[in-house]
């Protein structure tokens, strides 16, 4: 029995021997990590309108200018009535989103603004206000002012038209 028991332990530890032994060539992390973070949405609205007020037209063409404070200016063939000066106002937008986000800002080029007799009047040179990055509680609030480019004669009336203000992140 010994001798069998020898032999065996004998046979059992070759087998062991002659066993390759193979070094691991791959390696893995037991818990990989992944995440999303969902962003507030970038918003924009518009509480004041981009309001020229009252003018007199003549038979030379000319200009309104409203800065962003609300100040407007005419060039040669406009008049601007002091007495009755109308409801003047550079445009007011409200942007809210992620706290201190920078965004991008675009503003239409021109749009025609119309009358009800299909009158027309070009409203372009857009400018504004905005530092386009968001507050530390992610709100900004910026005004734009334009010129307004008054024809020769122009036909009275109010004349009226809207234009594209687009914010993105960047």
Do not use: C, W
Not at 72 to 83: E, F, I
Request: aromatic share 4%; glycine share 8%; proline share 3%.
């Amino acid at each position: 029995m010994k001798k069998v028991t020898i032999i065996l332990t004998g046979v059992i530890l070759m087998s062991i021997a002659s066993l390759s032994v193979k070094a691991q060539n791959t390696a893995s992390v037991p818990e990989a990590q992944a995440s999303a973070t969902v962003i507030k949405p970038i918003n924009i609205e518009n509480p004041v309108i981009l309001n020229f007020g009252n003018l007199i037209s003549s038979s030379t063409a000319g200009t309104i200018v409203l800065d962003v404070n609300g100040q407007r200016n005419a060039s040669a063939g406009v008049t601007l009535p002091t007495a009755i000066p109308g409801n003047v106002s550079a445009a007011q937008f409200n942007v809210s989103g992620e706290n201190n986000a920078h965004y991008a800002l675009s503003i239409s080029e021109s749009v025609n603004l119309e009358n009800s007799s299909s009158n027309i009047m070009v409203l372009n040179n857009f400018q504004h206000n905005a530092t386009r990055i968001l507050s530390g509680t992610g709100v900004e609030t910026f005004n734009v002012g334009g010129t307004l480019n008054v024809l020769a004669g122009q036909a009275s009336g109010l004349y009226e038209g809207t234009y594209t203000v687009t914010v993105t992140y960047e």
